[in-house]
């Protein structure tokens, strides 16, 4: 219940009623109303005011952090706990519209891509959020499979992946998947475990030192 006397009725009322006067007091009825209407003025001015200093040291002690406010976007219950890896994204609404959380500026753009580091796509896919990562692979193997961790800390499915080798030397690129029809060891191409990107090259492609693999995916229930 409030302590402000303005808002228990009343107390109020009995703060601010007009008291009676005697002829002992004045010498006359109109200088009785007037006592009447003067101390009812002061006595609504005292009230007033006393609420009014009551609300300015209510208003003070949260405002100024004394009531146990917080003062950072952080330490709301409904946002996120750490900026950590979120620089550039924007602030949105989660899926299940519960919260509020980061997600990549531009609905699903591919700026920043790091390797090894997953961004949120801002995106979704059958209702599950999908993050993108970038993984350095470096030279493509020479008739031979190449591993290189993907490092996705959970069960998860593919939504998209696609790749490139560079050859810097020459210059020359080609996607990853690749194939021609003069003859099938020529193929070069990538699958997905648990653990690994596993890179398959049919032929000699190590001459591609520059490559890059890029997942997009989201997490298993």
């Known amino acids: 219940m409030t302590d402000l006397t303005i808002c228990d009725f009343e107390a109020f009322v009995a703060e601010v009623t007009p008291q009676i006067g005697s002829l002992e007091e004045a010498g006359s009825a109109q200088e009785i109303l007037i006592q009447q209407i003067e101390g009812y003025l002061n006595r609504l001015k005292a009230t007033l005011c006393a609420d009014l200093v009551a609300l300015s040291a209510r208003i003070e002690e949260c405002c100024d952090g004394g009531g146990g406010g917080v003062d950072t976007f952080l330490a709301l219950l409904d946002t996120p706990a750490t900026y950590a890896g979120a620089a550039g994204e924007v602030v ?51 008739t031979a499979t ?73 997490y298993l229930p």
């Open 146 to 218: 190449k591993t290189v961790a993907h490092n996705i800390g959970s069960a998860f499915a593919l939504v998209h992946a696609y790749g490139v080798g560079n050859d810097p030397t020459i210059p020359n690129s080609i996607p990853l998947i690749f194939a021609t029809t003069g003859a099938a060891s020529n193929t070069v191409w990538f699958y997905t475990d648990a653990t690994n990107i596993n890179i398959v090259a049919g032929t000699n492609r190590s001459g591609f030192t520059n490559s890059y693999i890029v997942l997009e995916y989201y």
């Open 92 to 142: 949105t609404v989660n899926a299940g519209a519960t919260a509020l959380e980061f997600a990549a500026a531009g609905g699903g753009g591919l700026s920043d891509l790091v390797d090894n580091v997953e961004i949120a796509s801002g995106r979704q896919v059958d209702g599950f959020d999908t993050y993108f990562k970038l993984r350095d692979i470096g030279a493509l193997p020479n």
